[in-house]
């Protein structure tokens, strides 16, 4: 496998930049273009359709047929005016990623272009091959895909897609936009009827996601010669590079000129498309990157997140080079997130996170914001399920990746804020040069505007006017964790509502039963604020004084979904039944069993079929050596330690494979899935993995360069 190597660096040196050129320098005039959003259908429709479709999207109503037909008829004759052949209902099933299958406009029988309403409404893809969690066994093979309108179409090369929902022909969720929209509205309802405490013409709050994407980017035929890059998405062996981000220069540092027209490239795709991306630059670790885009409602946004990827994809194979979304796919560099900057906006245009000069607004923001600080105590572990994936793991907690501890960081002024509320002093803040923000309640003190620093140990942050949960993985759908966030909030919400109503009707005034509530939060809530440094071992001692948990690994985090707690939690606010809950663990279960398979395959293979052969090998040749040196009477000693250093690292990776291969036939007997998943987790992963690994990444310092079959760290991070 050594040639592979040394191929793919030869042909570096041959590769030819790819030209990109902007279609015109402003972007606005192509943004959108492959979209039939709004403005396409308000071009495309009747007056009177248009209308119906925009108040069915706005008031989460059902579209009728009639109106369905005309919009049918309207997309088909725009995607085919751009050249598109086919329909796809574009869905997310719960592999993590997204799925379509496309049928032609074409109709032989008929002998024309058509596409009826009821095709846009509703398809039915094959489902037996979905995971499903028990809900449908292999043989019941039907499902449905039923077009969600909130999300706009879109043409992705010659093909309409339509965003849907999947569904079980018995009528359970089988994807991830299924229960966001019902959490969607879920948090749209409480969040109103706690707004309109303030303002009564608010009919509608929406939740708003601008998701950062952090990536790393490699040469194409570099990767390809990387076994475990290929299967597993991550390098299961390779020593740490002499230079990794320890200079902390590649941070913000000048985009290389390859990748930087990758960018370029896959930036004005995007813009066709409709997503919004915005900042680029370069990340912590070498070879790391990250691309933002502007805040939109979270359904959609998620939807332009997961075309995001599957575009970065595509346009980087153009430029011979390969995306890598997986968390942490080198061993102690920084690994990678989607940091999901959330909040509330009114339909009046009111971000609900953001501080103002106004007295009504502040207190309208002091709820939201302590509100939420509540429901993140009291739902925390099921906020860290919501992000437990399997190499979500390798992340949490390791190189400036926020900590396995669910805490929420707010910055030193909004807690003396907070501290003041909660025991209702009438402490002066002295005044500098900050602008403050006003309650309008005597004994509430002013509050400094945008007064946060920022805390990347943090796992949920608020940074001025948003929250950043900043533990969601790289390669997950946020989909999961929108889900649990959108729904716990809109569940304190309405506790929120109903407690300060009571007292209402028991005659106590209205800012006074705000400001009650508020005060017991905060006492009651106060443990999972935390403003230092989350990396350290003083905070894991602090975070258990405090009742707060800290779930390692997925398997365990996982529980949060079927407590009592949580499925009571999703029943009452119809996002997920017991059935679906269950299910959707038992997937999450399955595909962490299945990706610690994958990886004990993958380096068993590496390990006897390409280490230890190279090893015998240049041990053979250190023997030669060693025996011409003592035919020579030199003194060999340091050859012959350096041969028994080898031999040692040779028997404990085979002994290390062989022992893993039995426990993993072990475990495969169990019958019950979270027991299975336990022992992958304790009697493989942590077991074997480091032990094999170390073993195999000292033997790439013993054998020449010349030799060694794997593409070294320095290889893959430093050359372009």
């Known amino acids: 496998m050594a040639h592979l190597r040394f191929d793919a660096l030869k042909r570096l040196n041959d590769h030819q930049p790819v030209p990109v050129e902007l279609p015109d320098v402003n972007i606005s005039r192509f943004f959108g273009e492959n979209v039939f959003g709004p403005e396409q259908m308000k071009a495309n429709l009747s007056a009177p359709i248009y209308k119906q479709v925009a108040n069915a999207i706005k008031n989460h109503e059902k579209i009728d047929h009639s109106t369905a037909d005309a919009v049918a008829a309207a997309a088909k004759i725009w995607a085919m005016s751009k050249g598109a052949t086919h329909f796809t209902h574009w869905f997310q099933p719960m592999t993590g990623g997204t799925a379509e299958k496309h049928d032609s406009f074409f109709d032989a029988l008929a002998g024309i272009e058509k596409f009826k309403g009821s095709e846009l409404v509703q398809q039915e893809p094959d489902a037996s091959s979905f995971p499903s969690g028990g809900i449908r066994s292999t043989f019941e093979a039907r499902g449905y895909t039923a077009w969600d309108p909130t999300s706009p179409m879109f043409l992705y090369g010659k093909t309409l897609c339509i965003p849907t929902v999947f569904v079980s022909y018995t009528g359970e969720t089988l994807d991830t936009k299924s229960p966001l929209l019902k959490a969607l509205k879920a948090v749209d309802q409480a969040a109103t009827k706690v707004a309109q405490f303030f303002d009564k013409d608010i009919q509608h709050c929406t939740a708003s996601l601008g998701s950062e994407q952090e990536y790393f980017v490699v040469d194409e035929g570099l990767f390809n010669a990387r076994p475990d890059l290929v299967m597993a998405g991550r390098t299961v062996f390779g020593h740490a590079p002499a230079r ?84 942490k796919p080198f061993a102690g560099l920084n690994g990678s997130g989607k940091h999901n900057n959330w909040s509330l906006i009114t339909d009046t245009g009111v971000n609900l996170y953001a501080p103002s000069s106004s007295a009504r607004d502040n207190l309208i923001f002091l709820t939201f914001f302590v509100t939420t600080i509540k429901a993140v105590h009291e739902h925390a572990d099921l906020l860290r399920a919501s ?38 002093g009438n402490v002066k803040i002295e005044k500098g040069d900050n602008m403050y923000m006003k309650l309008g309640i005597d004994q509430i003190p002013e509050i400094i505007l945008d007064a946060t620093d920022r805390n990347r140990t943090s796992p949920f942050a608020f940074t001025g006017n948003k929250f950043e949960f900043r533990a969601v993985g790289s390669s997950d759908n946020c989909a999961t964790a929108m889900t649990a966030l959108n729904l716990i909030v809109a569940d304190q919400l309405e506790l929120f509502y109903n407690e300060v109503s009571k007292d209402i009707e028991k005659g106590e005034e209205k800012r006074l039963a705000i400001v009650k509530v508020l005060r017991r939060y905060i006492t009651e809530a106060k443990n999972v604020i935390f403003g230092g440094d989350g990396y350290s071992d003083e905070w894991v001692k602090e975070a258990e004084k405090r009742g707060l948990n800290n779930i390692k690994n997925t398997p365990r985090a996982l529980d949060a979904y079927t407590s009592k707690k949580s499925l009571a939690l999703f029943e009452k606010h119809g996002v997920l039944s017991h059935k679906e809950v269950e299910a959707r663990n038992e997937i999450r279960l399955e595909a962490y069993i299945k990706k610690v398979q994958i990886d004990s395959r993958v380096m068993g293979d590496l390990a006897l079929n390409h280490i230890v052969p190279t090893a015998i090998a240049y041990q053979t040749k250190l023997i030669a050596n ?34 893993m291969i039995e426990e993993r036939k072990r475990i495969n007997k169990l019958g019950d899935t979270h027991k299975k998943a336990i022992a992958y987790c304790d009697d493989v992963k942590e077991k074997y993995f480091d032990l094999i690994r170390d073993s195999v990444d000292k033997l790439e310092l013993l054998v020449d360069n010349e030799d060694w079959p794997l593409v070294k760290y320095r290889e893959l991070l430093f050359l372009r």
């Open 244 to 327: 990794g981000q320890q200079m902390e220069d590649h941070y913000f540092g000048s985009i290389p000129s390859r990748v930087y027209d990758f960018m370029k490239d896959f930036e004005i795709e995007c813009w066709k498309l409709g997503i919004p991306v915005r900042t680029r630059h370069n990340e912590v670790a070498p070879s790391q990157f990250e691309v933002a885009p502007l805040f939109e409602e979270v359904n959609v946004a998620n939807d332009h997140n997961q075309l995001l990827i599957d575009v970065m994809g595509r346009v980087a194979s153009r430029h011979k080079l390969k995306i890598i979304f997986t968390e």
């Open 387 to 424: 992000i437990a994936t399997y190499n979500n793991d390798y992340r949490l907690g390791a190189n400036e990746a926020p900590p396995a501890i669910m805490s929420v960081f707010i910055g030193s002024q909004m807690q003396n804020v907070l501290n003041e509320v909660e025991k209702s």
């Open 626 to 659: 060693a025996n011409g040196l003592k035919g020579l009477g030199i003194d060999n000693a340091a050859v012959v330690k350096t041969i028994e250093e080898i031999s040692r690292h040779i028997e404990n990776i085979k002994n290390g494979v062989r022992d």
